[in-house]
């Protein structure tokens, strides 16, 4: 299992390389502000960023118990990645609507572009912290566990 700092180290730099990605994608593609796409990318990072912990940590849990290994085959990457983004969904989809001053219709189409672009990042992402971190080698430990 992980420890509780390397599920820190995993869910910031998550979020930091999301957010560079979400804002420069926001201001110059889809012409929004960069106050409203970086507030709503601070809104959706703080919130991001609780959720992966808590979602982690739970989906971790659970293949432990279930699988009795933490370890992800693609099959379970996938429903991770999916479940994760549902959550999130849910719970942003009014804050789009809202710091963007769009209809709820129009933030689902907003939502599921970021959702898209999530879905494969949370994919990759995750696929090389697991090779570039792996589980029972804590990143706390040496400070990195590059070789």
Do not use: C
């Not at 991001?48 to 279930?66: G, M, P, R, S």
């Not at 001053?101 to 599921?112: F, G, T, Y």
Request: proline share 3%.
């Amino acid at each position: 299992m992980r420890t509780t700092p390397d599920r820190i180290r995993q869910a910031v730099s998550f979020e930091v390389i999301g957010l560079i990605v979400v804002i420069s994608f926001g201001t110059r593609v889809l012409g929004y502000s960069m106050v409203d796409i970086g507030l709503l990318g601070a809104v959706g990072a703080t919130i991001a960023t609780v959720w992966n912990y808590i979602y982690n940590l739970l989906f971790d849990h659970a293949l432990l118990k279930y699988a009795g290994t933490p370890k992800k085959s693609v099959k379970l990457r996938v429903v991770h990645a999916f479940g994760f983004e549902l959550g999130l969904l849910i719970v942003f989809l009014p804050i789009v609507s809202r710091i963007l001053n769009v209809s709820l219709m129009e933030a689902l189409v907003i939502d599921l572009g970021f959702m898209a672009f999530y879905l494969l990042y949370a994919f990759a992402f995750t696929s090389a912290d697991d090779t570039l971190f792996p589980i029972g080698q804590p990143f706390h430990k040496s400070g990195t566990n590059f070789k």
